[in-house]
T-cell receptor, first 110, second 111 residues
Framework: DSGVTQTPKHLITATGQRVTLRCSPR?????VYWYQQSLDQGLQFLIQ???????AKGNILERFSAQQFPDLHSELNLSSLELGDSALYFC?????????FGDGTRLSIL | GQQLNQSPQSMFIQEGEDVSMNCTSS?????WLWYKQDPGEGPVLLIA?????ELTSNGRLTAQFGITRKDSFLNISASIPSDVGIYFC???????????FGTGTRLQVTL
């Protein structure tokens, strides 16, 4: 058990819809990272938050946004969903230690 | 986005054999990490390397941080069926920064 909790585990929705993915980091970790894993792209960094503030941005689409709350949990919001957004979305937390990953949310767009 | 070059892409080996895989980058990293991912689960950290030239073991796993800081190697000795999975290398440039992942090595072990 990595200590990083992601919900929901699975999400099925339709094109054009909006979803929210949630992540609770390991106790004591201030940083939260979001990654997308699709079959042909591997694990791609989306965005990082540190203690409530955005720290770094990767290949995150404008239709996607994230935030980190005072209790350090984070949410990734995906809107105007397209078929190509189907993927596994992972959250990781860390700080001065290597990042530890949650078990991901599998998003399927029908 | 940037990805590290990892090879081989996949391996079929017999139980008991040793396994070697490597990861190369055009950029320098300050930390190299090796993860294993099983189906339906998130990547699990296996080994972390922090210094160029460092050699670190975790049970049957041994990893090395290349001297140039642009590569890393993972060896698995005496493979067993539970070693099956996808192995990813990852690098990052500084404390609490994003990870850049390798393309993965899929390991299959036959009895």
């Amino acid at each position: 058990d990595s200590g990083v909790t992601q919900t929901p585990k699975h999400l099925i929705t339709a094109t054009g819809q909006r979803v929210t993915l949630r992540c609770s980091p390991r106790s004591g970790d201030l940083s939260v990272y979001w990654y997308q894993q699709s079959l042909d792209q591997g694990l791609q960094f989306l965005i990082q938050y540190y203690n409530g503030e955005e720290r770094a941005k990767g290949n995150i689409l404008e239709r996607f946004s994230a935030q980190q709350f005072p209790d350090l949990h984070s949410e990734l919001n995906l809107s105007s969903l397209e078929l190509g957004d189907s993927a596994l979305y992972f959250c990781a937390s860390g700080g001065n230690q290597p990042q530890h990953f949650g078990d991901g949310t599998r998003l399927s767009i029908l | 986005g940037q990805q590290l070059n990892q090879s081989p892409q996949s391996m079929f080996i017999q139980e008991g054999e040793d396994v070697s895989m490597n990861c190369t980058s055009s950029s320098i990293f300050n930390t190299w990490l090796w993860y294993k991912q099983d189906p339906g689960e998130g990547p699990v950290l296996l080994i972390a390397l922090y210094k160029a030239g460092e050699l670190t073991s975790n049970g049957r796993l041994t990893a090395q941080f290349g001297i140039t800081r642009k590569d890393s190697f993972l060896n698995i000795s005496a493979s067993i069926p539970s070693d099956v999975g996808i192995y990813f290398c990852a690098g990052h440039t500084g404390t609490a920064s994003k990870l850049t992942f390798g393309t993965g090595t899929r390991l299959q072990v036959t009895l």
